[in-house]
């Protein structure tokens, strides 16, 4: 299949491409394209108006800070995986965006894109509900910020209103030494997930979790954290059945089943990786903490 | 409608060109250029057969706009061959017989050579990874795999 025809609108600055985003009608903005090209190549979506940001040179990059880093909207998913100093402070984003698309996508594909995409099984909204992460937006009255909890709406309808563009969005950094881990069942590599987890957890002098992030992804309209799971954990000494009942405790009534696979098949895979991710990130945080140890 | 007036280096050469707005990469190519060695496969991004290296990058041309190459350096299938001589990845696919119908092969070589360019000494795992977005449905890949593995232990050794 082929696009509809629409009209082709190149954008040099955030200032531009929010006038012609406000003045065109069913205008769309186009960004990596790796999601909307296909949709619109199967006339999934027809446009009037497609608005570019490639241009936009303002809009990409990363800055780092003491407890956030910031990453612009029009960044490559692919220079985000790259970035060194985010798998140095945050590891678990490398390992989660390895699992974004395939190379040929992750190379066009925006940080920007893929969350007002909304994808259910998209690993970046996942990273995004794990570190409690803002989202700017910006409208014709100036910016406004959308915490990652308020920001799924319903199913592939994040709040954005008509004329708004995603700028950017701000990842809360843990602290040096925790414990992480992201880990996907799909069919294939590359398949979206039928299941994905992350977890996040930082452990006290005494060897207890004292901090907790635990998310599904693929099982709802948005990401699911599961609050519950992350009470059960914190002030307890990690051990093989704590991390079973906190599989089990992962059975969210909310997770939901789809053509090809049942709710039911869904909560047991969330209970057995919920189960081996808070396992593995356990292990490397006291890992992180001996190394810790052997320096000083 | 209007027509984009596009500037832009194919496989080292300078073009211009004219398309319609929604005219993908892959559509220009292959319509409007006469360079039908990409091919389209699923239009959506899965298969890679449309692979392309856009500014050094590999990328499916399927989903890019022929309006976007504007400015860029965009490299296909058919600059891998130097003349009549192959690419040593060609001559290795030749050898091992790592195609059959011949759709994704473009595609496969295309993102073979970016992975040999950037990694030199690629694990079987890594060429794996890398090969990812690249579907066959004939040869089960292991001949795509080994003449890889083989074009790469050859380059290194010369």
Redesign the interface.
Not at chain 2, 57 to 60: P, Q
Not at chain 2, 62 to 65: A, E
């Given at each position: 299949m082929k696009a509809a025809a629409f009209r082709y609108h190149r954008a040099d600055s955030l200032a531009e491409a929010g006038e012609m985003l406000t003045s065109l009608d069913n205008a769309r903005l186009l960004s990596g394209g790796q999601s909307l090209m296909a949709m619109m190549n199967l006339r999934y979506v027809i446009v009037d108006h497609l608005i570019d940001l490639n241009p936009v040179s303002e809009l990409a990059g990363i800055s780092h800070h003491d407890d956030h880093f910031q990453v612009g909207a029009m960044t490559r998913q692919r220079c985000f995986l790259d970035d060194d100093a985010v798998a140095a402070h945050s590891p678990i984003f490398r390992e989660a965006l390895g699992y974004v698309g395939h190379l040929q996508t992750r190379n066009r594909g925006t940080v920007g894109g893929s969350l007002a995409h909304m994808d259910p099984a998209a690993e970046l909204l996942g990273l995004a509900a794990l570190t409690d992460a803002d989202i700017t937006l910006s409208g014709p009255n100036g910016s406004r910020q959308v915490a990652i909890a308020e920001f799924p709406q319903a199913y592939m309808t994040p709040d954005i209103k008509v004329d708004e563009i995603l700028t950017a969005v701000r990842f809360n950094r843990w602290p040096a030494g925790h414990g992480w881990d992201f880990r996907e069942f799909a069919q294939r590599h590359g398949d979206f997930a039928v299941v994905g987890v992350g977890c996040l957890l930082t452990l006290d002098a005494a060897g207890a979790i004292d901090r907790a992030a635990v998310v599904l992804i693929g099982v709802a309209d948005g990401p699911l954290r599961l609050p519950a799971v992350e009470a059960m954990l914190l002030g307890m000494l990690p051990n093989a059945d704590l991390f079973r009942a906190a599989g089990e405790a992962a059975r969210h009534p909310e997770i939901t089943g789809d053509a090809l696979v049942t709710a039911d098949y869904r909560r047991q895979l969330a209970a057995v990786m919920v189960r081996r991710s808070l396992t593995n990130a356990h292990q490397r945080a006291v890992q992180a903490m001996n190394q810790e140890h052997h320096h000083v | 409608?209007a027509k984009?007036h596009v500037t832009t280096t194919i496989n080292g050469e300078p073009v211009e060109f004219l398309c319609?707005?929604?005219e993908?990469m892959l559509?220009v190519l292959r319509n409007d250029l006469g360079l039908t060695g990409s091919k389209e496969g699923c239009?959506?991004?899965d298969c890679?057969a449309c692979?392309v290296m856009?500014d050094g990058?590999?990328?499916?041309a399927?989903?890019?706009?022929g309006?976007?190459a504007?400015g860029r350096s965009i490299e296909t299938i058919e600059g891998m061959a130097a003349g009549e001589e192959l690419h040593p990845l060609q001559k290795n696919f030749v050898k091992e017989a790592a195609l059959q119908c011949g759709i994704c092969t473009p595609g496969v070589l295309v993102?073979a050579k970016a992975l040999l360019e950037r990694n030199p000494d690629p694990t079987e795992t890594e060429v794996r990874?890398?090969l990812?977005?690249n579907l066959c449905r004939c040869t089960g890949y292991d001949k795509i795999i080994r003449a890889v593995m083989d074009t790469a232990a050859e380059m290194r050794a010369n």
């Open positions: - | 409608m984009n319609e707005t929604h993908t559509d239009g959506s991004g890679g692979s856009v990058r590999l990328a499916c399927c989903l890019m706009l309006a976007e504007e993102a990874y890398w990812a977005g």
